[in-house]
Structures are given as C-alpha cells and as structure tokens.
C-alpha cells in the first residue's frame, strides 16, 4: 500500500503465503555471511521481516521521548519568533506551559474524548522529567548551546527520524486504544488515531493562548497540516489492518511500512522541502467530488452569457 512511495515494493502471493520484498530502486544488497554486496540478489525477505518485528518492539523511553520534546520545545521557540529568549526571561510559567502542553497535547485529546481524565499523560512522572529538562536545555543553557546544538542539521535529522518513529507508535496506540472502547466504531479508531499522532496541531490555539497570542484562524480542522493528513491514513491503514481482511500482510510488515512512510517525508521536507504530497490528490478529488469542475464551469458559461448580454445591449443601442 504505502511502501511502494517509500522505496520498496512488496508482492504479495496470496495462494502461497509468501511475500517478496524488492528493491523499488532496482537492488539489493544481499549480505550473507560477511561477504560483499551482491547487487544482483534481492534482500532475504525473512532478514528484512525480522527487522520490521524488531521496529515494532522499540522502546520508547528514553530516546524517542527526548527527541520528541526537543522537536517540541524547538516549535515553541521557533513559534515565539525573535523574541523567544526575552520571553523566556519573563514568563517562564507560561513558557512551560506551553511547551508542556505540545509534548503531551495528543494524550490529553484522546483522553478528553474518551472519558478519561486529561491530565493522565502528566502522571508519567519520568516522562514529565524529561521533558521539563529539554525544555530548560532549549531554553535556557548559557550562550544558547542547547538550541544551537538541537538546530544543528544531523542532530535535527536524527531527532526527527526518531520522532516519525514515535508518531508511529502513538498512532497505533490510540488506533488500538480506541477498538477496545468502541470495537466497532471505525472513526472513533481513526479520530483518537490522529489525535495521538499530531495533538499539538489541534490544541495550537490555546497553546498559543497560553503564551498571549490570540490567533483565531489557526485551526487544523480549517488547514491541516500534512502530518494530520498522515496521520489520518496510517489510523486508517491500522483500522483496515485491524479489523478488515483487505490487508494480508503480517503486521509488523505494515507497521514498518508506515515508520518508513513517515520518516521520508519528514526528511524530504527538511532536506529537499516537499512539505505536503498529498496537495495533488487533494486538488484533483476537490475538482472532481467537491464541486470544483462544475464552479469552472458555471464561471465560464457565465463570462458567455455576460459576452452575449453585452453585445444584444450594444445592438439595441445602435
């Protein structure tokens, strides 16, 4: 589904049950027994399954927590402007806050909507500690050595990587969360899905609030951003996965085609600045089902009319 736009294409045989994992750029390494690459062999199905269940069981805590709230705290400074370190100075609580409030924004949504209590996230205390000492680093360290560090372009494309990873996880968390609540309610799985994966997106209104700043048109319902949209279909990749026999491949296969998903567009925005690939799809369905083809149309049957208006006026007065 998703693997051919990461660089892999999977064929699935139905009748024998195996799955033959190609190269999408047209090689692979074939590495057995410490020899050289070979270039003309494919890559052992069984190694490359076994590095997708081995993805799947990745610990969160502590990595990809730290390189989750180092992105956030680096969103909020970056949000701040150039004013973020006088800010900083003045309004610590609310700096926090805020950023606080990024870092743990998705579990709070989801538990919001789902009945439970919304500050349960912060109960991690370990987590909570983590994230308050990147926050002070980002913020706070002498000559600016822990933003600059964060900042730096490999450190930025690690931490990056890691967090896709743990958008993932999130995603597939809340997705399995909400089929235990609601087995049977599909948008639910998707909505609580998307929540856990980007939350900082929907609550930026009052984050931003938090900090002073009333920003009423900033809403992700209005425009989504594009790890919404992704975040959308991998819940709905789950959902399919989970509950409907459309998807036959292992699971661990199609978890790992979604970290895969992830991590190269976030790549791809930073190093080569493709933002939103999904704004073509979006374009032609809008034409198509949303009216868009028959408002060109009507614009232009209506220029006609104007056309022919104009000249039967110019008759008359002649």
């Not at 909020?76 to 700096?95: I, N, T």
């Not at 998707?190 to 900082?200: S, W």
């Not at 920003?215 to 959902?239: D, G, H, R, Y």
């Amino acid at each position: 589904l998703i693997v051919c736009a990461i660089s892999f294409r999977i064929c699935i045989c139905r009748d024998s049950g195996e799955f033959c994992v190609r190269k999408f750029l047209g090689y692979g390494l074939g590495l057995k027994n410490n020899s050289a690459p070979n270039f003309n062999n494919i890559m052992d199905p069984e190694a490359f399954l076994d590095l997708a269940n081995q993805v799947t069981k990745l610990k969160m805590f502590p990595y990809f927590d730290i390189a989750h709230s180092v992105l956030c705290a680096l969103h909020v400074r970056e949000d701040l402007g150039p004013g973020a370190q006088q800010f900083s100075r003045k309004h610590p609580m609310s700096c926090w806050l805020s950023t606080m409030l990024v870092v743990f924004a998705g579990g709070m949504l989801a538990g919001g909507l789902l009945g439970e209590p919304i500050l349960a996230p912060l109960k991690n205390t370990q987590q909570l500690m983590v994230a308050t000492v990147v926050w002070y680093v980002i913020f706070y360290t002498p000559f600016d050595i822990g933003y600059k560090a964060a900042k730096f372009l490999p450190i930025k494309l690690l931490f990056s990587a890691m967090k896709e990873i743990y958008r993932c996880k999130k995603v597939y968390d809340g997705v399995t969360h909400a089929a235990k609540l609601y087995p049977n309610a599909y948008i639910i799985m998707i909505l609580i899905g998307t929540l856990k994966g980007n939350g900082a997106g929907f609550t930026k209104l009052f984050e931003r609030l938090i900090r002073g700043v009333w920003t009423p048109t900033a809403m992700e319902f209005m425009q989504p951003s594009f790890p919404t949209k992704a975040c959308i279909v991998a819940s709905i990749i789950f959902v399919l996965d989970k509950k409907t026999d459309l998807i036959s491949a292992p699971h661990a296969l199609v978890y790992f085609g979604i970290v895969i998903f992830f991590v190269y567009f976030k790549l791809s925005s930073i190093l080569l600045g493709i933002h939103d690939p999904f704004v073509p799809f979006e374009n032609l369905f809008c034409a198509l089902f949303l009216g868009g083809i028959w408002d060109s149309l009507a614009k232009f049957l209506g220029k006609g009319g104007v056309k022919e208006g104009e000249k039967t006026d110019a008759k008359k007065k002649d």
